[in-house]
């Protein structure tokens, strides 16, 4: 069985204390708290065309965006589960990437970023510093919106692109602070799309951007770009044996992105859709492997075996597209499932429920 790389979260953590007599060194480890899964989700219909207006240069990508992407330190407790070892208490800090996502001062970063943050510290283009209070978060996505009450003046909003539109062999442009690095711009191209890559709770995020733009520790929360200097992705995990950049990174989707932070910025909370069974590739649909107790599932009936075809009239051909099916209905709703059991049809209607954490 060939060895398959460790996809981590790209956020840093910085050492309490600075190493050697000259200060400023800093250590760094993973936010990851072990390994996550990523998966090829085969596509049967072709990509969206692309935009044919004439791609921007690398240099002038950054001009256009760089005043909108920041650095985010986040003071945490330091607590008995510092990855620096010792316990007892005291605070560490980790440092992440961001951008500006509106002019009231919203900006987006990943969730894993500002986890368990006591304070966030925002620097922007201009070396200014500004504090900032988290909006809202989502484990599911691993996106979170922090605000900063900063004057209009230093606030440069990046336009959100359709991540439905990219292509594979798009140019892409990175910008953000990998080891504390501030402004640092990577190019490459989208070397692969519709991966599926594990969420901080363990669920699924959906249609994510594979790039071989350098991305590492620090890069996380920040934008991946297009050649018109859009967002069409919020950088958050690699895939490394090393811990270092080996040329596979991912983004979570714009299009995500924006039904997050409206979300978020809205009321400060999402809700996402559950059903409550493991499933698996079928020949038609997909099986189910496990049913979990006391979920919408278990209450309509289903049973491990049952192979599910489609949901509410949409056909179901892997999990994925299972996941995009219940993601677009709402705690509460009702939907019908057709179901293959023992060779036979079935239609089972089921009450989705609010995801668990």
Known sequence: MPRRSRPTFIASLLAAACLGAGGGAVAYATLSGGDTVVKQVTVKQSESVASSSAPLSVNQIYRKANRGVVEITVTTSGGDNSPFGGGGGGTAQAQGSGWVYDNDGHIVTNDHVVDGAQSIKVQFWNGKTYSASVVGTDQSTDLAVIKV???????????????????????????????????????????????????????????????????????????????????????????????????????????????????LIGSGSVSH??????????????????????????????????????????????????????????????????????????TLDVQLSERPA
């Open 149 to 263: 009450d900063a004057p209009s003046s230093v606030l440069h909003p990046l336009q959100v692109g359709d991540s439905s539109a990219v292509q594979v062999g798009d140019g892409v442009v990175a910008i953000g602070s990998p080891f504390g690095l501030e402004e640092t711009v990577t190019s490459g191209i989208v070397s692969a799309l519709h991966r599926a890559i594990t969420a901080p709770n363990q669920f699924t995020i959906n249609d994510s951007i594979q790039t071989d733009a350098a991305i590492n520790h620090g890069n996380s929360g920040g934008p991946l770009l297009n050649l018109a200097g859009d967002v069409i992705g919020v950088n958050a995990q690699i895939a490394s044996d090393s811990g270092g950049n080996d040329g596979i990174g991912f983004a979570i989707p714009s299009n995500t992105v924006r039904s997050i932070a409206t979300q």
């Open 273 to 346: 859709a559950y059903l409550g069974v493991s499933v698996e590739q079928a020949d038609v649909g997909v099986v189910v492997n496990e049913v979990r107790s006391g979920t919408p599932a278990e209450r309509a009936g289903l049973t491990a075996g049952d192979v599910i075809t489609s949901v509410a009239g949409t056909s179901v051909s892997n999990s994925a597209d299972l996941q995009k099916a219940i993601d677009s209905k709402r705690p509460g709703d009702s939907v019908s499932l057709t179901v293959l059991r023992d060779g036979a049809k079935k």
